[in-house]
């Protein structure tokens, strides 16, 4: 009995063995009988690969480096259909766990997230399997909307034609890649800062800044009134490199930059630190930041009673002032000591005393919900920065 038991157990692995294709490593394409599955795009992270069946492979999703790093399981690839069929790839995550629901793409522009019942995922959340049906148009699956670079530069470039901002580069990364710099009124001495994407998975977050941007820039009275006053200074996209990888969380250099503000031994927040001393050396008055992240849910981080801002408690009244006019939208904030980690709202505070947020957005919210609120938080705060400074 034991014997056949063993028999069977072999034959199993040997018929396994024979369904199971070449294993390709990434930025190779992986072939199925019925689709090809590809990673030759920026954002692309698939890893190794091979075909288990005629409609299906096995993919392992890795993060960008060896160590700890934080468990945000950025995946995004491309599959290409070679006849009708229900396909599943099974994705196997090493490093972290899976986190991000699957998103569908034929443009690249649309998305929408694949129903539940077409992504099963394991118990522990080390394995996600997707299955679906495909005709004969490609498309991409990706943990969020693929906003890469290109997208940027078009946004950048509708935002640079209201005239209401100049856009620069503020410098290059390791990569070559650069990294834009936004400016409005820099004739004002009073500014506001913000930062997007030091974290390249973190989508929710990136569609908050654009948002949150466009309001400040739109043609309306009050923010009008605030670009007269203000010198606003973004910079949406602080990591290029790692956005074009599709890293979870680092930079080419291996570093999360969102710790390395203080030390900047990273290109990336060196450009930050010169561009703030060049700042100070001109006589201008940083008065509030916020730099734009996604996590669990919709939260901000900010100081508590014994860090005091100038001027005092603006982050809770700003945020009072928004949370009557946002539906759809549930969201805190949190009020912390600051402590010596090297993020970019506790330097920023450290540094000038000023009112510094991460403004978190939750992975899954509602990406018309979330551009809603932005809006508020902005009008909101232009109308509490007019008030106070
Ligand atoms: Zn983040």
Known sequence: MIRRLLISTWLLLLLAACATGPSVPARQACEASSFTLVDDFAGARRGRCAATGDNEVRITILPESDGYINDSA?????????????????????????????????????????????????????????????????????????????????????????GQTRPSVLGRTPGGNPITLLQSNNEAKDVLFLVGRQHPPE????????????????????????????????????????????????????????????????????LVETLLNTLDSEGKRIRVFLDFHSTRKNVFYTQN?????????????????????????????????????????????KRYRIPSSTYEVGDETDRAAIIAAARVFAEELMELMIAQF
């Open 203 to 270: 989508i929710s977050g990136a569609v908050a800044f654009f948002a949150f941007y466009e309001a400040l820039m739109a043609d309306t009275a009050l923010a009008g009134e605030f670009r007269q006053r203000f010198h606003v200074i973004a910079i949406p996209m602080l990591n290029p490199d790692g956005v074009i990888g599709g890293n979870w969380r680092h930079n080419l250099g291996s570093t999360d930059l969102n710790r390395d503000w203080g030390p900047f031994r990273q290109a990336e927040t060196q």
């Open 74 to 162: 950025w995946f995004a690839y491309k599959v290409v259909p070679k006849t009708n069929a229900t396909i599943a790839i099974t994705m196997n995550y090493r490093g972290g766990h899976h986190r991000y629901k699957p998103k569908l793409s034929y443009d690249g522009i649309g998305w929408s997230a694949l129903p539940d019942e077409q992504v099963r995922v394991s118990i522990d959340k080390r394995q996600a399997i997707v299955t679906l049906p495909v005709d004969d148009r490609a498309f991409w699956i990706a943990g969020g909307e693929l906003l890469t670079p290109p997208l940027y530069d078009v946004w950048t470039t509708k935002m640079a034609s209201t």
């Open 305 to 349: 009673d014994a860090n005091p801002t100038d001027p005092p408690h603006f982050t809770r009244i700003w945020l009072e002032n928004a949370k009557p006019r946002i539906e759809n939208y549930e969201f805190n904030y949190e009020e912390n000591p600051v402590d010596n980690i090297g993020v970019a709202k506790n330097y920023m505070y």
